[in-house]
């Protein structure tokens, strides 16, 4: 674990195993601790960095909407700090947002992506007024608001209580400030299909088969747009699908990071 200091803002980041570079961005309004089950899986073949995103977790948050350009600046500045030129980057539903903000930031940065449960398009009108209403309502009445219209639609049916019960305090534990610009952020965020389907390196697309939120439809059409990507489904999982099919979900990855690896090495 290790903090970071850019551009005024402190940025915590969990960091584990050695070798080839795997930046993953957390989703929302969760934090870095989501991937636990995947640093200690993966860190034996890799050497994971996983921040937590500002205002998230233990970072601090900064000034207006947390742009998913500023969460890839953000991490930009950690592989800088960490004198890292590339990396294999990802993330879940928010994170892939932030990951193919970076992409399209600084593409020689990226020598794959990892996009689980997350989408290639922008916000459409009423899915923007619905983020602004659901910061709004936070500002004034705090998490409990995301404990109703969020969390219910996070997990799969199969997801168990004890699951349930961790992800809850995850989503109490955020900040209705930090939630707020990074619903504002989400709204703001570009149309990524352009530079995803000019990527050429390796993609690999995770979805829960029971993600309601960014569901099959959205990976499968992320594959499709993607010219070299592999699409795995899981089943008895839902958007969090790292956490509820966590043993297929790090098998997947894992498969993925072999060739990489031995190409760095
Ligand atoms: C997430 O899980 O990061 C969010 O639900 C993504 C979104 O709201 O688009």
């Not at 703001?188 to 099959?216: A, H």
Request: proline residues 5%; aromatic residues 4%; without cysteine.
């Amino acid at each position: 674990m290790g903090f970071l200091t850019t551009r005024g803002l402190r940025l915590r980041f969990r960091e584990a195993g050695s070798g080839l570079p795997v930046l993953l961005f957390h989703a929302f309004p969760l934090s870095g601790a989501m991937f636990e089950s995947q640093l200690a899986a993966l860190s034996g073949q890799a050497r994971l960095l996983v921040p937590d995103v500002r205002g998230f977790g233990e970072s601090s948050g900064g000034e207006g909407p947390a742009t998913m350009d500023a969460l890839a600046e953000d991490a930009l500045a950690l592989l800088d700090h960490l004198g890292v030129a590339s990396a294999v980057v990802g993330g879940l539903s928010m994170g892939g947002y932030a990951a193919l903000a970076l992409l399209r930031r600084d593409p020689g940065r990226v020598r794959a992506l990892v996009l689980a449960d997350t989408q290639v398009g922008a916000d459409d009108d009423v899915a923007r007024g619905g983020r602004e209403t659901l910061a709004r309502d936070l500002l004034r009445e705090g998490t409990e608001v995301l404990m109703e219209r969020l969390f219910p639609h996070l997990l799969g049916a199969s997801a168990p209580e004890s699951l349930r019960a961790s992800v809850a305090a995850m989503v109490r534990a955020s900040s209705p400030a930090a939630a707020a610009a990074a619903l504002r952020g989400m709204a703001l965020r570009t149309d990524s299909r352009d530079i995803l389907s000019r990527f050429g390196g390796p993609v690999l697309v995770l979805v829960g088969e029971e993600d309601v939120i960014t569901p099959p439809a959205k990976a499968q059409a992320m594959a499709r747009l993607a010219s070299s990507s592999t699409l795995v489904q899981l089943p008895r999982a839902g958007h969090l699908s790292n956490l509820e099919a966590s043993a297929l979900f790090n098998q997947a990855l894992s498969e993925f990071l072999k060739p990489l690896a031995s190409a760095t090495s």
